[in-house]
């Protein structure tokens, strides 16, 4: 069994008026999801400032599109210099959500899609709990970096280059880069 992680209030939303509406129906909401809250869609990531954007509903024949676009801040390691800062992202996102029962007749749907963060639940609740978590994840940096400057640890005594210079020296060349060196070099 697939479990999913905590649902955040305000991220759900009761969509049983727009399914009931015509095809073309619109809602639009802002979004304000206070830091702690987002905290704890994932143990891995730590939230610094609170979630703030724009959801978009539109009904479609059998679903309910979905966009979203927002900001939000998050504290991460450096790449280069270990050190922690804090990120900002940019989240956006489009998705199709399916319901689970239908609207006029109260039955169960049997074709609901295969992710299970993408169906409206019986009460026609949208959660966007688990997309939005999985958005955080998509919009952080590969490689997070504190500043393009950076100069990061030494590669010698481990001393952290932003903070104190060392005086380490890497005379010392690899055989296999020496060709590049010289290269350089005659430059």
């Known amino acids: 069994m697939v479990e999913l992680t905590p649902s ?3 991220l759900q939303f009761n969509v049983a008026g727009l399914l009931k509406g015509p095809v073309g129906g619109l809602r639009e909401y802002d979004v304000t999801v206070a830091a702690e809250e987002l ?4 143990e891995a990531f730590h939230i610094t400032v609170p979630l703030n954007g724009h959801v978009r509903f539109i009904r479609a024949s059998n679903t309910i599109l979905t966009h979203f676009r927002g900001t939000t801040s998050v504290l991460l390691e450096c790449g280069r ?6 990120a900002v992202l940019e ?4 998705e199709e959500f399916h319901p689970s029962i239908d609207i006029v007749t109260g039955r169960p749907l049997a074709d609901v899609g295969d992710d299970a963060a993408l169906v409206i639940d ?4 949208l959660d966007l709990s688990e997309i939005m978590r999985q958005a955080i994840w998509l919009a952080m940096p590969l ?10 640890l030494c590669p010698v005594c481990g001393a952290n280059r932003n903070h104190e210079s060392c005086t380490c020296e890497l005379d010392e060349i690899d055989a296999r ?3 590049l060196q010289r290269l350089i070099s005659n430059w």
């Open 122 to 125: 019986a009460h026609h609740i």
């Open 177 to 179: 880069w020496a060709n």
């Open 81 to 86: 210099c270990l050190d922690p800062f804090e």
């Open 8 to 10: 955040l209030f305000d």
């Open 39 to 42: 905290d704890r869609l994932d």
């Open 143 to 152: 490689i997070p970096i504190c500043r393009p400057d950076c100069a990061g």
């Open 91 to 94: 989240l956006e996102f489009e």
